[in-house]
């Protein structure tokens, strides 16, 4: 019997192929949770990170939540934000480097949220 798993471009491998959905913002925690209940074959991952911590803070924060997206668990991730934080959904995806995963972003407010 060969292994099951999932190789990712990275090298690093994988026993499950999961699609994340995750807030780079307390604020958006509501919609991440909204798309949850609407589609409960994703994981969602939100945290109490809200944008009244400063700029000082956002390097723990951007290097816990690129380490989940680039988890080899993995296999795509929808990160959402307000739209005014520190920590946009663009920091965490920077953060999680080219391995191949399906990676994309929303902006609650820039989509008229």
Same mark, same amino acid.
């Given at each position: 019997?060969?292994?099951?798993?999932?190789?990712?471009?990275?090298?690093?491998?994988?026993?499950?192929? !999961?699609?994340?959905?995750?807030?780079?913002?307390?604020?958006?925690?509501?919609?991440?949770?909204?798309?949850?209940?609407?589609? @409960?074959?994703?994981?969602?991952?939100? !945290?109490?990170?809200?944008?009244?911590?400063?700029?000082?803070?956002? @390097?723990?924060?951007?290097? &816990?939540?690129?380490?989940?997206?680039? !988890?080899?668990?993995?296999?795509?991730?929808?990160?959402?934000?307000?739209?005014?934080?520190?920590? &946009? @959904?663009?920091?965490?995806?920077?953060?999680?480097?080219?391995?191949?995963?399906?990676?994309? &972003?929303?902006?609650?407010?820039?989509?008229?949220?």
């Amino acid at each position: 019997m060969g292994f099951l798993g999932y190789r990712r471009a990275d090298g690093a491998v994988g026993v499950r192929n !999961h699609v994340l959905v995750m807030s780079s913002v307390s604020c958006a925690n509501g919609v991440v949770e909204a798309i949850g209940r609407e589609l @409960p074959a994703v994981r969602t991952v939100t !945290h109490t990170e809200g944008c009244g911590r400063g700029p000082a803070d956002v @390097p723990v924060a951007m290097r &816990t939540l690129s380490g989940i997206a680039g !988890h080899p668990n993995v296999a795509a991730v929808l990160v959402v934000g307000l739209g005014c934080e520190f920590l &946009t @959904p663009e920091l965490v995806v920077g953060g999680v480097g080219d391995e191949g995963r399906r990676i994309e &972003t929303l902006g609650i407010q820039e989509i008229g949220g």
